[in-house]
């Protein structure tokens, strides 16, 4: 998402500069210049210790020397007048950012992709005494947002939460997140390349494409592949005459649940799935076609907090999506307005395995799904249509060329 909107800013004439760590996600031991031009923007990666993410405490410390590096780049490149936005990996960015803002008499723009501390509480991270520790950044980040010239976040879900945080409705833009929309696009599966590479001819496939986290749920794709597993192999001629194609289940990317779903799988002997990498950005065309049907999760004590961002990349690809989560979330409240999609609860793996089966044995609902999907996707969710809401966005902080401020 920041690379497209700081490239897509650039292309529009806007002077860039972003301030990074020189890790890369998953290696902290790379090593990569410590100042780029890139298509125009200036990136500049500042230096901290190399714990990497695998290691909570050794993550925090890597924040730690972030904050403290970066913070030191932040005031010697900002100006006045200059637009500066925030996002919240590392989190609480914003705490650093604002007053080097007001010094500078500079704009901040905080863009929240979640809101912390509450994730990390709801998700139980750091223990039992943890709400000790974020009792005081709860202040520290309610005052950074109530002060900031604008707040964007991902959702109306999340706009609410900020609303009963304090924050001026008048201080918060909605702009949903997005995806590429001339890189992604449907590819049927005859013409799939990556589809006969993975072996998934003739397969009727259910996918998990991205970060499978702390935040997503697999007990109910467990339960689901046990039961579709068990109904396409059921001996009942009633059932066969019913059962849907080979159904295959392709999870593709990494994430902390990767590890212990494979390894639930392989305890259940549940054979019917085969977990990928993440691929690159020039076939994600291809590995998200490849999917029939792609699952979308999120807990639904984080719904407000995270807005799951993959879905925009199903909808381009022109693919129905299932959410696993609450019946009145953010991806839940889209995929009923563009009738793209269906919803069941977390824990129900009965309704998830119907709801595949389905959209399995329908394929006229399943193309109708998913045309919807992409004529959602052109009308409200391509990277183009996100720069151009920024456009307007940084002009209202930032003032028309004549404003004093």
């Given at each position: 998402?920041?690379?497209?909107?700081?490239?897509?800013?650039?292309?529009?004439?806007?002077?860039?500069?972003?301030?990074?760590?020189?890790?890369?996600?998953?290696?902290?031991?790379?090593?990569?210049?410590?100042?780029?031009?890139?298509?125009?923007?200036?990136?500049?990666?500042?230096?901290?210790?190399?714990?990497?993410?695998?290691?909570?405490?050794?993550?925090?410390?890597?924040?730690?020397?972030?904050?403290?590096?970066?913070?030191?780049?932040?005031?010697?490149?900002?100006?006045?007048?200059?637009?500066?936005?925030?996002?919240?990996?590392?989190?609480?960015?914003?705490?650093?950012?604002?007053?080097?803002?007001?010094?500078?008499?500079?704009?901040?723009?905080?863009?929240?992709?979640?809101?912390?501390?509450?994730?990390?509480?709801?998700?139980?991270?750091?223990?039992?005494?943890?709400?000790?520790?974020?009792?005081?950044?709860h202040w520290l980040r309610d005052r950074s947002l109530r002060r900031?010239?604008?707040?964007?976040?991902?959702?109306?879900?999340?706009?609410?939460?900020?609303?009963?945080?304090?924050?001026?409705?008048?201080?918060?833009?909605?702009?949903?997140?997005?995806?590429?929309?001339?890189?992604?696009?449907?590819?049927?599966?005859?013409?799939?390349?990556?589809?006969?590479?993975?072996?998934?001819?003739?397969?009727?496939?259910?996918?998990?494409?991205?970060?499978?986290?702390?935040?997503?749920?697999?007990?109910?794709?467990?339960?689901?592949?046990?039961?579709?597993?068990?109904?396409?192999?059921?001996?009942?001629?009633?059932?066969?005459?019913?059962?849907?194609?080979?159904?295959?289940?392709?999870?593709?990317?990494?994430?902390?649940?990767?590890?212990?779903?494979?390894?639930?799988?392989?305890?259940?002997?549940?054979?019917?799935?085969?977990?990928?990498?993440?691929?690159?950005?020039?076939?994600?065309?291809?590995?998200?076609?490849?999917?029939?049907?792609?699952?979308?999760?999120?807990?639904?004590?984080?719904?407000?907090?995270?807005?799951?961002?993959?879905?925009?990349?199903?909808?381009?690809?022109?693919?129905?999506?299932?959410?696993?989560?609450?019946?009145?979330?953010?991806?839940?409240?889209?995929?009923?307005?563009?009738?793209?999609?269906?919803?069941?609860?977390?824990?129900?793996?009965?309704?998830?395995?119907?709801?595949?089966?389905?959209?399995?044995?329908?394929?006229?609902?399943?193309?109708?799904?998913?045309?919807?999907?992409?004529?959602?996707?052109?009308?409200?969710?391509?990277?183009?249509?996100?720069?151009?809401?920024?456009?307007?966005?940084?002009?209202?902080?930032?003032?028309?060329?004549?404003?004093?401020?």
């Amino acid at each position: 998402m920041l690379s497209d909107l700081a490239f897509g800013l650039s292309e529009q004439g806007r002077k860039v500069s972003v301030i990074t760590s020189g890790q890369r996600y998953g290696a902290p031991r790379a090593r990569l210049p410590s100042r780029e031009v890139i298509d125009g923007v200036d990136i500049y990666r500042v230096p901290t210790s190399r714990f990497g993410r695998a290691y909570l405490p050794g993550r925090v410390v890597d924040y730690l020397a972030f904050y403290v590096t970066a913070a030191w780049r932040l005031f010697r490149l900002a100006r006045c007048g200059d637009v500066i936005v925030a996002k919240t990996d590392p989190p609480l960015l914003s705490v650093i950012a604002g007053p080097i803002a007001r010094m500078r008499r500079a704009h901040l723009v905080n863009w929240l992709q979640d809101i912390f501390p509450e994730t990390a509480e709801a998700l139980k991270v750091g223990g039992g005494l943890a709400h000790v520790a974020y009792r005081p950044l709860h202040w520290l980040r309610d005052r950074s947002l109530r002060r900031a010239d604008m707040n964007v976040v991902l959702g109306e879900r999340m706009a609410d939460q900020l609303v009963a945080l304090g924050v001026d409705r008048a201080r918060t833009r909605m702009i949903a997140n997005w995806a590429n929309g001339d890189l992604i696009r449907p590819i049927t599966n005859s013409e799939n390349a990556l589809r006969r590479e993975w072996g998934l001819a003739d397969t009727f496939t259910v996918g998990y494409s991205g970060n499978f986290g702390r935040a997503h749920d697999i007990d109910t794709v467990l339960a689901a592949i046990a039961a579709t597993q068990a109904e396409c192999h059921s001996p009942n001629p009633a059932s066969s005459a019913r059962s849907a194609p080979t159904i295959r289940w392709v999870f593709i990317g990494a994430g902390a649940m990767f590890h212990p779903l494979k390894t639930a799988l392989a305890r259940r002997e549940l054979n019917g799935a085969i977990f990928k990498p993440y691929q690159p950005r020039e076939r994600l065309a291809e590995s998200l076609s490849a999917i029939d049907v792609h699952l979308v999760s999120l807990r639904p004590e984080l719904e407000g907090l995270i807005v799951p961002s993959k879905f925009y990349g199903i909808a381009a690809a022109g693919r129905p999506a299932i959410f696993i989560g609450d019946q009145d979330g953010e991806i839940a409240r889209l995929l009923k307005k563009h009738r793209c999609g269906l919803t069941v609860a977390q824990g129900d793996g009965a309704a998830l395995a119907e709801a595949v089966l389905e959209l399995a044995r329908n394929p006229t609902l399943r193309h109708q799904m998913g045309k919807r999907a992409r004529a959602a996707f052109d009308a409200g969710f391509d990277m183009h249509i996100a720069v151009a809401r920024w456009q307007t966005l940084l002009d209202d902080v930032a003032g028309s060329p004549g404003d004093p401020r």
